[in-house]
């Protein structure tokens, strides 16, 4: 039978954790492997090739448990003869037979940010308890390692598994505008999966499995008001002329109502399924107050809204928009009284699952700019369109797989839930392989908070999670 002993599957991930994941995952921390989006000198830089170097070596030392293990790191051109990010790409040989199996995670990092608690930095790997902080760690340095530890586990016990083809990127912080490319170039090598297994998402809590169902896309750019040529002094002109920051403001209010959050464009709204509905009202009610609780509130602030569901539909079905930076605004120390000639700000629109990304983008570029007020100079200037996925009807063997997963290692029932963030590579593959089925699952858990500061990785969780992989491409291969 293709079943993995309970025991000495438990005992091997968590041998491998503490004696060869760990310490890998420590070095990497160490590493500022921005990626290109914030780092564009990163090929000078050297830090992208120092992380792919040490997932190389370590990947490649895995040879005498994994035999027939190949490893290749590809280097394409862009069109303009420039560098493009490279790519890890690995087979291991199945069993038998000519079916695949194709894992994913990246290996670019999010940038510092700022607010790390006294005693930790982004780039220091720190383990308290069952915690190791540090930018990058759970968000996707241990992916390829524990994709091949999994493989492990089951070469160990002579468990059979398919054909497995692992993918490492290096641009998915940036929206995987390389990844195209090499999907491509390497479409021939990778065959037809009928599995994939991404490690890049997230668990609403650290008790059972849990599968994504859906994730959002995402719209993002600059949105730029000129009033003036230059600064004049506040005295003189206000009153007389509007502030680019009262425009702004204008402007936002057309496409996000501020009492409520609600994004007003119909362009950038889809019909949620009954499905996803289902799921959202059942992980409400497994999760209760830990929909909202995971979150560093100040005290006293609320959520959005008081119903659980409507919450876990918000962040996974619905766009939401977000400003993550600004410019033209001077620092407090010296901001003179001056009417400011221009005001920018990036704008982060998330967008749901099944919305055409550049679709969304032109309707979010067509409200904030259409009629400026006072005819201003009002300007959007789109930087980035990543496409959500919705996952396929998942098979009843898949099903099956990862109920008994999670009830042998967590020993609670798998959940299934959409994530807000974006895979893309999740996109594109949905679109080229329909017929697969997947497993996108991770460790980014509540307060990992991954891209904001005190990122960690909840140790138990991955050890777990290697095993519930294991598990489900071994009844892969037995269906």
Not at 151 to 160: F, H, M
Not at 215 to 230: F, P, Q, S, Y
Not at 301 to 311: F, H, T, V
Request: hydrophobic letters at 40%; a negative charge.
């Amino acid at each position: 039978m293709n079943v993995l002993n309970v025991q000495t599957a438990t005992e091997s991930s968590d041998r491998i954790w503490e004696k060869e994941i760990l310490p890998a995952l420590e070095r990497y921390i160490r590493i500022p492997n921005k990626s290109p989006a914030f780092d564009p000198d990163w090929v000078k830089a050297g830090h992208m090739e120092a992380a792919v170097q040490l997932i190389v070596e370590w990947c490649r030392a895995q040879a005498p448990h994994l035999p027939g293990l190949t490893l290749e790191v590809i280097r394409l051109k862009n069109e303009q003869g420039g560098e493009r990010t490279p790519v890890i790409y690995m087979e291991v040989p199945g069993t038998k037979g000519d079916d695949t199996v194709l894992m994913y995670g990246h290996l670019d990092k999010q940038p510092e940010m700022t607010g790390w608690r006294e005693g930790l930095t982004p780039w220091t790997p720190v383990r308290e308890g069952d915690k190791l902080y540090g930018r990058g760690g759970a968000d996707d340095g241990y992916s390829a390692f524990a994709s091949l530890a999994a493989l492990r586990l089951l070469r160990e016990q002579g468990v059979g598994h398919a054909r497995t083809v692992i993918l490492i990127e290096a641009c998915e912080e940036s929206g995987s505008y390389d990844l195209p490319a090499y999907i491509e170039a390497l479409a021939p090598r990778i065959g037809k999966p009928s599995l994939v297994v991404c490690l890049d998402s997230g668990c609403a809590n650290y008790e059972q499995l849990w599968m994504t169902t859906s994730l959002r896309g995402m719209v993002a750019g600059n949105l730029r008001v000129d009033v003036l040529t230059e600064g004049v002094h506040s005295g003189d002109a206000s009153g007389i002329v509007a502030s680019s920051f009262r425009v702004l403001r204008q402007v936002l209010s057309r496409v996000e109502d501020e009492s409520t959050g609600r994004v007003k464009v119909d362009g950038l709204h889809v019909e949620i399924p009954k499905e996803r509905r289902e799921q959202a009202g059942a992980a409400a009610k497994v999760l209760g107050e830990e929909v909202f609780g995971k979150f560093p509130w100040v005290s006293g602030m609320k959520p959005m809204s008081e119903d659980g569901a409507e919450l876990v539909l918000n962040r996974t079905w619905r766009p939401a928009l977000s400003v993550t930076g600004v410019d033209g605004l001077p620092p407090l120390q010296s901001a003179g009284n001056v009417l400011r000639p221009f005001t920018t700000v990036k704008l982060s629109m998330r967008i749901p699952p099944r919305l055409e990304p550049k679709a969304a983008q032109k309707a979010l570029k067509d409200a904030l700019e259409k009629d400026p007020p006072y005819q201003a100079k009002v300007s959007f200037e789109g930087d980035k369109a990543s496409i959500g996925w919705d996952a396929p009807p998942l098979a009843s063997w898949l099903s099956r797989a990862v109920e008994s997963a999670s009830g042998t290692y967590f020993g609670r029932p798998a959940m299934a839930m959409g994530e807000g963030g974006t895979i893309p590579f999740m996109g594109m593959l949905g679109e080229r392989f329909p017929e697969a089925q997947f497993l996108i699952t991770g460790l980014l858990g509540p307060g990992s908070n991954a891209h904001g500061p005190n990122e960690f990785l909840h140790i138990p969780t991955g050890k777990k999670l290697t095993c519930c992989v294991a598990s489900v491409i071994a009844d892969h291969f037995k269906r």
